[in-house]
Structures are given as structure tokens and as C-alpha cells.
């Protein structure tokens, strides 16, 4: 049985964003400084999310059509997973450590990618209100929501739509993957650099 072509095509991006996402955008980072400061790939992050919201809230993402609609919201999910594993890979990165890693960035954006679709279980329904984050992102989700609840934005946050959902949905996509990124890029960095001659 053949897929269909949006599952077809977000399976292209998942490998393409998986296997050079992270690459490209250290690439691109280091054009601008080099070694990459951690700010960089936060406020890329930052920036990513209010082009989202704005997208959302002046309805262009749900004035397209379903294909382009779908790509493009995979898209920036895969591109917050790709900055939040270059985030603590900028932290961690040691001078002694000549060749980065492929092999790691990948996987930990192989494993964010995947978590993306974490973001479509729970069926939206026109007739109810949206699922809470800590349905799809325990942790982080969870804490959204405790905002969301303390804030008294329920209604607005909540309704199908709404573009404070779909942003507070990718930020915990995202807090998510940073947190996993960073524990594993933590414990990475207190092992000894490889002697001179090992392939690291």
C-alpha cells in the first residue's frame, strides 16, 4: 500500500531535519560567530515562535490548503527541535573536541522529531475544547497548563484555533527536547576528550 503524499512528504522532512538539521544550522550560526554563543540558536528559537503566533493569529497557516498547512506546521516543529538540540551543544561544545558529533545531534533530533507527533494524538473536535498540554508533554505541558489555569486564559487558550494554543503547544515541543538534549550533552561533556589519533 502506497502512502499518501503528505505522509510521503513529512517523512522526507523528518529524515532531512533529522539528519541535517542540526548541521545546517551550526553552519549557519557560525557565519554569524564562531564558536556559536548560546543566545544565538534561543533567539532563533524566540523568533521561530512569533512568526508562528503571527502566522496563526492572522490565519494564514488555516487559509491554505491541508498539504501546505501540514508542512509548514512540521516544519517549524522540526525547526525548534533542531535549535533545541544545538542550544546545549553550544554550551557543552569543548575546544579539545576538533569534530563534532553527527551521530548524537542526529539521533537527539531524530528523537525530537518524533515527539512532534506527539502533537496530533488527542483528535481536535470543533464541538470541544483542546486537549491540555500535559495530555501530549508531560512536564512541560504540565506546566503550561498551571500557567494557563493560574492566568484565567483558559477560554482563549483552549479553543480551537487559537493561536496562543498552537505556540504554547510548540514551546513545550520545544522546552521538551532542550531538556533531553541537555542531559544527554551534559553527561557527554564530563567524559575525557578522546586521545589525539581516536575518532572521536
Known sequence: MFMDPISLLLLVLFILFAIAGP?????????LANPVP???????????????????????LYGVDVLVG???IFSIMFLLVTLAVVIPYCWFWKPGRKREKWFTLSLLA???NFMTYFTILD??????PLPFFGSRFPGSGDLLDLIVSGSG???A???????????????ALWLDVLFLSTVYLGL?????????GQNE
Open 70 to 72: 501540514t508542512l509548514s
Open 23 to 31: 548541521w545546517l544550522a551550526l553552519s549557519g550560526m557560525r557565519k
Open 38 to 60: 548560546v543566545f544565538l540558536p534561543v533567539l532563533g528559537a524566540v523568533v521561530v515562535l512569533i512568526i508562528t503566533f503571527w502566522l496563526s493569529f492572522s490565519g494564514i
Open 110 to 112: 531524530f528523537i525530537g
Open 188 to 196: 557527554l561533556s564530563v567524559l575525557p576528550a578522546p586521545a589525539a
Open 123 to 128: 483528535g481536535v473536535r470543533p464541538d470541544r
Open 157 to 171: 487558550v483552549y479553543t480551537v484555533h487559537s493561536p496562543f494554543y498552537i505556540v504554547l503547544m510548540m514551546t
Open 153 to 155: 486564559l483558559g477560554e
